[in-house]
Nanobody, 128 residues
Framework: QVQLVESGGGLVQAGGSLRLSCAAS????????LGWFCQAPGKEREFVAT????????AYAESVKGRFVITRDNAKNTVYLQMNSLKHEDTAVYFC?????????????????????WGQGTQVTVSS
């Protein structure tokens, strides 16, 4: 089991930046692949970014490539999402997610169904 708590959301003007954090507690953090997803009102939850348990590989949604960066600090049990050049269409609730990654594999997973644990979400609002 792992518990996830997001923070860092808020209101920002278009073109601005935010850094989201997701702190984990419970089992060893380094055994989990991690992801960020977002959900806007009336829309499905969408993939934003993911990072492998070792932190060696990342993947991003096309809409955020070149603007967002996912990183993790296994010593602090925290995963981050640096969001730059924010656009109005980035407005959504952002969720942190974790999935157990077995010792022999460390894949990048970009679908919500691939994750076992979720945080409660943090609201990001970008004013145009």
């Amino acid at each position: 089991q792992v518990q996830l708590v997001e923070s860092g959301g808020g209101l920002v003007q278009a073109g601005g930046s935010l850094r989201l954090s997701c702190a984990a507690s419970g089992r060893a953090f380094s055994i989990y692949g991690l992801g960020w997803f977002c959900q806007a009102p009336g829309k499905e939850r969408e993939f934003v970014a993911t990072i492998t348990k070792a932190g060696g590989s990342t993947a991003y949604a096309e809409s955020v490539k070149g603007r967002f960066v996912i990183t993790r600090d296994n010593a602090k049990n925290t995963v981050y999402l640096q969001m730059n050049s924010l656009k109005h269409e980035d407005t959504a609730v952002y969720f942190c997610a974790a999935r157990y990654s077995p010792p022999v594999s460390d894949p990048l997973v970009t679908t919500a169904v691939g994750y076992n644990y979720w945080g409660q979400g943090t609201q990001v609002t970008v004013s145009s």
